[in-house]
């Protein structure tokens, strides 16, 4: 049971340009999200996250959106660099209140920034 | 942020030997660690639940016997696969959290059977 779905494998797009990474969750009792970016033969390593009581985070360069009516959020990243290339996935998990263990992942995006 | 360790980084063994897995919390105390696996082009799947002072929590379909979690102290949890075989190959990845919710991971293991 997929949770928490990226449906785009891969994106591309020129350096300077914005990159804008989706995911969408399924579950209803999900209220906090979070990014991580992974290069390959490496563990995962946080980027930004929110609660579902904001609808957008903002961190430097990158940008969360939280649309939890249409159980969707993305990623934007601007502007994108070459060093931004990596698997970027997407996590959703209940609040850290709950002290709730389930963290359910999107199977990850692909990102290449062209120099 | 805080910093996990995960040792070794990779492991190459033959098929029915045990390999352990070591996941470090190095500057915070996790009472709780995850072990996750990682298959080709895919996603993280959670395999269990490593608790301090208590018996893991693996999720369905993992093998309690196969996949032996220890969490020996505050800051360790090791994952022992036993006799290993070649479908076990595959990126194991520890990770722990903090407070806030928010999860740290260690570099991920490699294991390949031969």
């Known amino acids: 049971d997929q949770q928490v779905k990226q449906n785009s494998p891969s994106l591309s797009v020129q350096e300077g340009r914005i990159s804008i990474l989706n995911c969408d969750y399924t579950n209803s009792m999900f209220d906090y999200f979070l990014w991580y970016k992974k290069y390959p033969a490496e563990g995962p390593t946080f980027l930004i996250s929110i609660s579902s009581i904001k609808d957008k985070n903002e961190d430097g360069r990158f940008t969360v959106f939280l649309n939890k009516s249409a159980k969707h959020l993305s990623l934007h990243i601007v502007p994108s660099q070459p060093g931004d290339s990596a698997v970027y996935f997407c996590a959703a998990r209940r609040e850290p209140l709950y002290n709730n263990n389930d963290m359910r992942f999107g199977a990850g995006t692909r990102l290449t920034v062209k120099p | 942020g805080a910093v996990v360790s995960q040792h070794p980084s990779r492991v190459i063994c033959k098929s029915g030997t045990s390999v352990k897995i070591e996941c470090r919390s190095l500057?915070?105390?996790?009472?709780?660690m995850f072990w996750y696996r990682q298959f080709p082009k895919q996603s993280l799947m959670l395999m269990a639940t490593?608790?301090?002072?208590?018996?893991?929590?693996?999720e369905q379909g993992v093998e309690k016997d196969k996949f032996l979690i220890n969490h020996a102290s505050l800051t360790l949890s090791t994952l022992t696969v036993t006799s290993a075989h070649p479908e076990d190959s595959s990126f194991y990845i520890c990770?722990?959290?903090?407070?806030?919710?928010?999860?740290?991971f260690g570099a991920g293991t490699r294991l390949s059977v031969l």
């Open positions: 990770s722990a959290p903090v407070p806030s919710g928010i999860q740290y």
């Open positions: 490593s608790n301090e002072g208590s018996k893991a929590t693996y």
């Open positions: 500057d915070f105390q996790a009472t709780t």
